[in-house]
């Protein structure tokens, strides 16, 4: 019975880890502007001209903003719609990204 209860729990645990794994189309913006600006190509030079002057780079996707720990491979993105593949931290603000990649429009 102990190894049952112990197998669901272990099943339980897995599945809660696996909600927080997946892949985001959005864009790379900057952290200055990401929620004034929003999820769109038009600020594209904003988000470069910020990013080059030193603002960290984040991921915007379905009105949503997250920090990224890969911030070199952000940077070379910034301003570009792009698909993003990580695990998002529990509190949900913070991506720990895999890979990103320019996303074919």
């Given at each position: ?81 792009v698909v993003l593949k990580g695990d998002v931290s529990e509190d949900g603000a ?12």
């Open positions: 019975m102990r190894r049952v209860i112990a197998c669901v729990v272990l099943v339980f645990a897995l599945s809660c880890m696996a909600l927080y794994a997946g892949e985001w189309t959005g864009y790379i913006s900057d952290a200055n502007c990401a929620a004034k600006k929003g999820e769109s190509a038009d600020h594209a030079a904003c988000a470069k001209s910020c990013i080059t002057r030193g603002a960290a780079a984040v991921f915007v996707s379905e009105g949503k903003v997250y920090k990224l720990d890969k911030q070199d491979e952000a940077k070379k993105l910034a301003g570009e719609k913070s991506i720990k990204v895999e890979s990103i990649e320019k996303a074919e429009n």
